[in-house]
Nanobody, 114 residues
Framework: QVQLVESGGGLVQAGESLRLSCTAS????????MGWYRQAPGKQRDLVAL???????TYVDSVKGRFTISRDKASNTVYLQMNSLKPEDTAVYYC????????WGQGTQVTVSS
């Protein structure tokens, strides 16, 4: 079992920045990949960024150059630095951890006003 706790969402204006955090606990040594997904109202949950246990990263095209995923192994925390935010980035952001199962955080709201 893995538990994920997210923080860092909020309301910002277009062009501003936010940093999301996700701290994992439990069977953290079984985690292969961690990532951030987002779900806008009425839409499906989509991938934003991934980071593997070896540190390789993947981003969806719409956030490349604006978002950065990183991790701090010492604190078992994954971050999503979001710069140059746009109104279309508005969504609930979910942290994900993949072992042989998938685990999800509770979600944190990010709202970007124009």
């Amino acid at each position: 079992q893995v538990q994920l706790v997210e923080s860092g969402g909020g309301l910002v204006q277009a062009g501003e920045s936010l940093r999301l955090s996700c701290t994992a606990s439990g069977n953290i040594f079984s985690i292969n990949v961690m990532g951030w997904y987002r779900q806008a109202p009425g839409k499906q949950r989509d991938l934003v960024a991934l980071i593997t246990s070896s540190g390789s990263t993947t981003y969806v095209d719409s956030v490349k150059g604006r978002f950065t995923i990183s991790r701090d192994k010492a604190s078992n925390t994954v971050y999503l630095q979001m710069n140059s935010l746009k109104p279309e980035d508005t969504a609930v952001y979910y942290c994900n951890a993949e072992t042989i199962d998938a685990y999800w955080g509770q979600g944190t709201q990010v709202t970007v006003s124009s």
